[in-house]
């Protein structure tokens, strides 16, 4: 199955005279753990900001699910956004609402749910990031950087996504955490199927979860491979690239 | 792929059995939990009814969840439970989800107490906290005074532009209006009178005693007051104050007193400003009403309005700027790092200054009730 859930399709994104984006294409199918590198300030947080709608390109276009979010009806829309998930690179959590407020969030907001309900919910994504129960009562000015990170990730997947968006979720967090949260993604993909896109600067991260690379350098796409075909790509940002995840790929095989 | 549903049937031995259909997950966009709790509630409560996974394409927490809780935990008489599933249930279960209700007692007469408790505590913190930032303000000043040259310059002229030289067509125009409107009403009593030349000695104390610093106060509590401590607390919210204090700035020096002594320098020219457009509005509604002539309004005011009175209402002025920009600093620097928190400082900042004002203005008037009228 290699239905597109997600088409960029020909973007140009232009902030003043500061052009990140020039013609770039895209293709994200339903089932794939696509990575996405470049260096900093390559516009890979800005990519992510058209895929879920919350901007639009200057030209060009970015199809959800087949659809253009920006030219649809709003209930529609609204339920188009519930498939996604995205975790920022801030986190940003409501710093008003409690850990617990925060991830019940969207549940209530679904309007579905008894509090009984929303409550073993939310208990389960707390223990799914590893959180204590009990950091449920925090704000999330009380938390550590990497504990906002794990409870941003748990928001992401209250309502259960089909595509999950983060915006380097591992930043932040210790290495055993790191791989508990590559564990993580995986086995809810296996579980219930789930396409991620996701931006890194981890190595370890990158190699273990992802099944495809893209490579934003050059205001596009240079790459949207798999790790080992990489090699092949005459780039001298991919060739670099590449050689710091050589290492990597030979120990796991 | 479907959405959520469920059947029942009755088997060869007459047990009522109910399978469900579909996916059973919110990826099914179409799938509306509540209504299905809504129909499967009279099922939930049969116990001897027997229910049928098999059929279920698709499990998510959320579809489990809603069958746990309507069985209560219960996973007898279930069949078609996949390894998956039984899996969820399981996870499930584990989780402790019993809400710690807390127990409700009735009226406490305690809990009275301890509300007069809480609310002396919370009173008490604000005024150490007023207390100990007026008090940094004195040691920055006197810091300032044997270092002159660290005089926070850039940023006390910026809030003087802030604070005083944008506010002045809001200023002007509300003055005017106030003016024009007190003449007017008062022309129509006085003319009853026959005392038309009154109308000066009374709006010229008026404006100059009272309105102007009172009016330029409540403006500038509105339109600095709630930006100062807005400022303040986005700075505590996104660490910028502690960023600062890493760098070894003084946050009072930079950022409290150049508001501070921004607001306070600034303060009573503005009230001057203000009243001068009051009087204006005042003499143009008294020349059309009463045919005063401008000229003649001007010249009988500087005899019927003794100078100390704008003395005093500089001195208002001073007294306002200063309490409206330490008001402002204080609930700013209170706040706690959420937006909840910063818009109930920017609230009580603007509420709190103009109480403070209008009560400094009483006493001030009282004080001086002898002088220059
Ligand atoms: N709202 C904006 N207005 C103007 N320029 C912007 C805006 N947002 C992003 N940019 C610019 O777009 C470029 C890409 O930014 P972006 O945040 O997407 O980088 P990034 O690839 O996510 O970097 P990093 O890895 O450091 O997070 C940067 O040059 C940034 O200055
Ligand atoms: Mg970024």
Known sequence: MSRAICDIRKVWTVFGSNVVHENLDLTINAGEVVSLVGGSGSGKTTLLRHIVGLTRPSKGE??????????????????????????????????????????????RELRQFDEATIRQLVLHKLSLVEMEPDTGSRLPSQLSGGMIKRVALARALALEPELLLLDEPTAGLDPERSEKFVELIKDIKQALGLTVIFVTHDLDTLV???DRVAVLADKRIVANCTLQELEHIDHPFVQNFFQGIRVRLERTG | MAIASFQLAQDSEGKKRISLHG????????????????????HFANQDLHWDLSEVEQL????????????????????????????????????????????????????????????????????????????????ELAYLIRRPQDFPWREFSANIYKSGVTALPVTALLGMMIGIAMSYLMATQLRTFGADIFIVNILGLAVIRELGPILMAVLVAGRSGSAMTAQIGVMRVTEEIDALAVMGISRILRVVLPKVLGLTFIAPMLVIWTSVWALLGGAFSANMELGLGFRFFFDYLATVVQPVNLTLSLIKGVMFGFVVAVVACHFGLRIKPNTESLSRSTTSSVVTAITCVILI????????????V
Do not use: Y
Not at chain 1, 79 to 106: C, T, W, Y
Not at chain 2, 361 to 372: E, K, R
């Open chain 1, 208 to 210: 273990s979860l992802s």
């Open chain 2, 361 to 372: 203005d009483a006493v001030f008037a009282i004080l001086t009730s002898g002088i220059g």
């Open chain 1, 62 to 107: 970015v199809l959800l699910f087949g659809k253009n979010l920006h030219e649809m009806p709003r209930i529609p829309q609204q339920r188009l956004m519930n498939r996604l998930g995205m975790l920022f690179q801030q986190g940003a959590l409501f710093s008003a609402l409690s850990v617990f407020d925060n991830i019940a969030f969207p549940l």
């Open chain 2, 23 to 42: 996916q059973w997950s919110l990826r099914e966009m179409d799938n509306d939990f509540a209504q299905l709790r809504q129909a499967l509630k009279p």
């Open chain 2, 60 to 139: 998510d927490t959320a579809g489990a969840a809603v069958l746990w809780n309507g069985w209560q935990g219960k996973l007898d008489n279930k069949t078609g439970l996949s390894e998956e599933q039984n899996h969820l249930f399981q996870t499930l279960g584990e989780i402790n989800a019993q809400a710690t209700e807390k127990p409700k007692s009735g009226f406490d007469p305690l809990t009275l107490i301890a509300a007069w408790g809480k609310l002396t505590i919370f009173l008490s913190s604000h005024i150490t906290d007023f207390v100990r930032l007026t008090g940094l303000l004195v040691i």
